[in-house]
């Protein structure tokens, strides 16, 4: 039976200690750190992200504030408030939750960000040192599942991890983070996307295998190799009526016949998403450090 990796418990760990360590910072240097999240439309996956987020911030008594607004809200207005909140002395992360509608371009959204805000890792000066190998702040998914892994001892360096999925936001730069050579890197990468051919026989090849497609079934048990560690990041908001909610979230591979296959496995839900969360919280509290001139 694989080992379950729970994002939920290592990030109930990992939030007890930076609510001590926002006691202190306020102790000693009379600072809170603040964040900002902009939120625009309803998609329910973001809908629920953002709730959890607020909900982790009040927890660890970080400052957030939640800017929330329709589908058709304006492009400039988007870029006048990231304007204010670059200004504002309170706030040390802003985050621009995506997907964005069809109207607002997010590279125009996400470079207006100051660098030393963007919490979030995605502005293109910090996607650039992170990829030297010095960054400021680390995307916090990625940043996330590499934490699960070290902190539940599965070794990253010299093993082959495939990532399935090439997005901005988990895919490339998970990629670029474990292929450093540094601790907590070393690893040998191979990134597939929908276009790579024969993908049974490489994700078989995996020792870690990610899945960040956000494609409900895109893989199957026989694809992975027995003994190997999954990691399940995409989810899907999928309609269920039998359900109080409504809907319920699924991953890109079922869980019960990968954990089969696998020696651990991140659960679909209380898997990676707590631990974005986690590190966001983490980025924030380090950027309030930075601000204030500590460590
Ligand atoms: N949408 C899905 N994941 C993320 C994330 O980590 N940050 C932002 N801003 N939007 C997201």
Redo the contacts with the bound molecule.
Sequence with gaps: MAKILSGKELSTKMREEMKQEIVDLKDKYDIVPGLAVILIGDDPG?LS?VRNKEKACASIGLVSRKYEFGADYPEADVLKLIDELNQDKAIHGI?????LPDHISENKVISAIEPDKDV?G?HPINIGKMMVGSPIFL???PYGIQQLLLRNNIEIEGSHVVIVGRSN?VGKPLAMILVQKKPGGNATVTLCHTRTRNMGDITKSADILVLAAGKPNSVTADMIKQGAVVIIVGQTWIEDKTRKSGHRVVGDVDFDEASAKASAITPVTGGVGPM?ITMLLNNTIQSAKRYAGIE
Excluded: A, E, R
């Design positions: 973001s992200y985050l621009v939750q995506l997907p979030d995605f995307p916090c998914t936001i974005t």
